[in-house]
T-cell receptor, first 113, second 114 residues
Framework: GESVGLHLPTLSVQEGDNSIINCAYSNSASDYFIWYKQESGKGPQFIIDIRSNMDKRQGQRVTVLLNKTVKHLSLQIAATQPGDSAVYFC????????????FGTGTRLTIIP | GAGVSQSPSNKVTEKGKDVELRCDPISGHTALYWYRQRLGQGLEFLIYFQGNSAPDKSGLPSDRFSAERTGESVSTLTIQRTQQEDSAVYLCASNPSWGGNTIYFGEGSWLTVV
């Protein structure tokens, strides 16, 4: 069946550097994508979302890029801080929020002081 | 409350016992999800409620798992005859009925079966 997957399960980045977390999706009908951050012992928290009619969206220190041609999603975190250490999940939705989200496996980001 | 509330936050149970996990979604949110997350792993979809529609139960791993929802409010996830492999955090999430909004997660119920 369709699935969302991540290229890298772990990523270590020096504090202050930029990080990029990648996600591949296989459902070409997906219309809406979300990145979540999950800190240890907590539930996932919304970071940023993007619809399929966009290829880039920026937030505070975060940017999501969507490449529909190759079904690829990425999350860029600028000037990483220790508090950015967490597991990051991408999720897709084929009907702009009206159907259940499918989550990827997750990437563990570790910020090295 | 302002967020999704789950209880209990932690539960230790003996193998073979039944457990009930409760979720109070954000007020006004018609969609409600249950996910399971084993230690160090991703989110496994269990069940999805949307308003008065029949729930999507396609993710329930066995007939020991069931979930109910009272109208558009509280949901209960029940695991019967618990097994050690049921040990995980069970996450509930909700979102409004109109499309496009993200789903909001609770802090989860950590279940340990001994």
């Amino acid at each position: 069946g369709e699935s969302v997957g991540l290229h890298l399960p772990t990523l270590s980045v020096q504090e202050g550097d930029n990080s990029i977390i990648n996600c591949a999706y296989s459902n070409s009908a997906s219309d809406y994508f979300i990145w979540y951050k999950q800190e240890s012992g907590k539930g996932p928290q919304f970071i940023i979302d993007i619809r399929s009619n966009m290829d880039k969206r920026q937030g505070q220190r975060v940017t999501v890029l969507l490449n529909k041609t190759v079904k690829h999603l990425s999350l860029q975190i600028a000037a990483t801080q220790p508090g950015d250490s967490a597991v990051y999940f991408c999720a897709e939705n084929p009907n702009f929020g009206n159907e259940k989200l499918t989550f990827g496996t997750g990437t563990r980001l570790t910020i090295i002081p | 409350g302002a967020g999704v509330s789950q209880s209990p936050s932690n539960k230790v149970t003996e193998k073979g016992k039944d457990v009930e996990l409760r979720c109070d979604p954000i007020s006004g949110h018609t969609a409600l999800y249950w996910y399971r997350q084993r230690l160090g792993q991703g989110l496994e979809f269990l069940i999805y409620f949307q308003g008065n529609s029949a729930p999507d139960k396609s993710g329930l791993p066995s007939d020991r798992f069931s979930a109910e929802r009272t109208g558009e409010s509280v949901s209960t996830l029940t695991i019967q005859r618990t097994q050690q492999e049921d040990s995980a955090v069970y996450l509930c999430a909700s979102n409004p009925s109109w499309g496009g909004n993200t789903i909001y997660f609770g802090e989860g119920s950590w279940l340990t079966v001994v």
